[in-house]
């Protein structure tokens, strides 16, 4: 019997500007994988939780208008709740916005999820700056000059500050594909897609491992345990 290919679990991550959604909508369209946008999840709970008048909907809808990171044990709590259907059925899929900070990371592993690849998406940082001062004019936060930078700075560095780390995390298993989102998008979401139906065709790598050692050390039998 062929042995089942596992469920495809793409990542996608990126900076404000980086067109991240449109990305994984793209993506999600092209291989028929349901989506999950972090973001969407966080505008559905601060509706939920403005008709309650909550202090978790207002420190939500405070930190998305001041684009400052949410508190992870909110984003852990519904994110662990879409994707528990997900992996109940076994069906592949692509989470946009997540995992963005070291803690993020750990929920995943706690709950056993291994990524199949976590896509980065890069910009530089003057449009990413833009956008964000574009968003915060729009959200009428009534921030202006020097405020506006130093407000869309913050946000800017907190992204770069943790997403650090979340390589850091990562960077032995290999998970990590990285991308230039400064290009086309359509040319982007080809080269992310082809990344992906590699993955797809072969989902499985065999293992190799090489013994090394002086005369004495038991390698043959080190062999032969492993």
């Known amino acids: 019997l062929e042995k089942p290919k596992p469920a495809m679990r793409v990542f996608i991550v990126g900076p404000p500007g980086s067109n991240r959604k449109e990305i994984a909508t793209s993506l999600s369209e092209h291989f028929s994988y349901p989506c999950i946008s972090v973001g969407k999840l966080i505008a559905d709970k601060v509706k939920t939780e403005a008709s309650k008048e909550t202090e978790d909907g207002k420190k939500i809808q405070e930190n998305r208008e001041n684009y400052q990171y949410i508190d992870d044990d909110l984003v852990i709590e519904m994110v662990k709740a879409e994707l528990s259907k997900l992996e109940k059925d076994g069906s592949n899929w692509i989470l946009e916005g997540f995992p963005?900070?070291?803690?993020?990371?750990?929920?995943?592993?706690?709950?056993?999820?291994?990524?199949?690849?976590?896509?980065?998406?890069?910009?530089?940082?003057?449009?990413?700056?833009?956008?964000?001062?574009?968003?915060?004019?729009?959200?009428?936060?009534?921030?202006?000059?020097?405020?506006?930078?130093?407000?869309?700075?913050?946000?800017?560095?907190?992204?770069?500050?943790?997403?650090?780390?979340?390589?850091?995390?990562?960077?032995?298993?290999?998970?990590?594909?990285?991308?230039?989102?400064?290009?086309?998008?359509?040319?982007?979401?080809?080269?992310?897609?082809?990344?992906?139906?590699?993955?797809?065709?072969?989902?499985?790598?065999?293992?190799?491992?090489?013994?090394?050692?002086?005369?004495?050390?038991?390698?043959?039998?080190?062999?032969?345990?492993?």
Do not use: W
Request: a positive charge; one cysteine or more; aromatic letters at 6%.
């Open 100 to 226: 963005r900070t070291a803690t993020q990371v750990v929920a995943l592993q706690k709950i056993g999820i291994i990524p199949t690849r976590i896509v980065i998406l890069n910009i530089k940082k003057p449009t990413s700056q833009l956008k964000v001062k574009n968003n915060l004019i729009s959200n009428a936060t009534g921030l202006y000059g020097p405020e506006l930078e130093r407000v869309a700075n913050n946000a800017i560095d907190e992204y770069y500050y943790h997403i650090k780390a979340v390589k850091d995390l990562f960077k032995d298993a290999q998970l990590i594909q990285e991308y230039n989102a400064n290009q086309n998008k359509d040319d982007l979401c080809n080269e992310i897609s082809e990344m992906v139906q590699v993955r797809i065709d072969n989902p499985y790598r065999l293992p190799r491992i090489i013994i090394l050692g002086p005369p004495g050390s038991g390698k043959t039998y080190q062999s032969q345990i492993i």
